[in-house]
């Protein structure tokens, strides 16, 4: 079993800048491949982000494409979400996910655990 806990959600003007992190804690994190997902109000969730065990291959949605970053400290059994140049279209509530097989995934089928999700709220 693996608990995840998202933090770093809020406010923030359109242009601004958040860090999302997320808290592992239960089996060995340090060998899973992570994801970020959001869903906003009304819609499906979908896929932003993910990083492989070790952080050396990452795999992004188009629309954050060089304005998120993913990566992880695995000493501290923790993923990172870095948000930049925010949109009001980012608001939403943001997931991180824990897979048990090996392999970037944008499927949510693909992942085994989930966080409780954090909100972030981009104002015009």
């Known amino acids: 079993q693996v608990q995840l806990v998202e933090s770093g959600g809020g406010l923030v003007q359109a242009g601004g800048s958040l860090r999302l992190s997320c808290a592992a804690a239960?089996?060995?994190?340090?060998?899973?491949?992570m994801g970020w997902f959001r869903q906003a109000p009304g819609k499906e969730r979908e896929f932003v982000a993910a990083?492989?065990?070790?952080?050396?291959?990452?795999y992004y949605q188009d629309s954050v494409k060089g304005r998120f970053t993913i990566s992880r400290d695995n000493a501290k059994n923790t993923v990172y979400l870095q948000m930049n140049s925010l949109k009001p279209e980012d608001t939403a509530v943001y997931y991180c996910?824990?897979?048990?097989?090996?392999?970037?995934?944008?499927?949510?089928?693909?992942?085994?655990?989930w966080g409780q999700g954090t909100q972030v709220t981009v104002s015009s």
């Open positions: 996910a824990a897979r048990v097989r090996v392999g970037l995934r944008s499927s949510q089928s693909a992942y085994d655990y």
């Open positions: 239960g089996r060995t994190f340090s060998n899973r491949d």
């Open positions: 990083i492989n065990w070790n952080g050396g291959m990452t």
